[in-house]
């Protein structure tokens, strides 16, 4: 299946989130998950199902100022 993940176009073999983590090989330190704009909570992860040319978004906070 296609995917854009963080702006860059992939062809996955995953169907969940967290498979999609896993076969990126990106660590749970990850903070939020969003699909399509909409944010999927941590605990949906392993449930949510992605669909051909869904916009994937990782996103991890940082502190600063």
Do not use: P
């Not at 909409?38 to 994937?56: A, G």
């Amino acid at each position: 299946m296609t995917l854009i993940v963080n702006g860059e176009k992939r062809v996955c073999i995953a169907n969940t989130i967290q498979e999609l983590l896993d076969e990126l090989g990106i660590e749970s330190k990850v903070m939020a998950a969003a699909v399509n704009m909409n944010v999927i909570k941590k605990e949906l992860w392993n449930s949510f199902t992605l669909s051909e040319n869904d916009k994937v978004e990782f996103l991890q906070f940082v502190g600063g100022g």
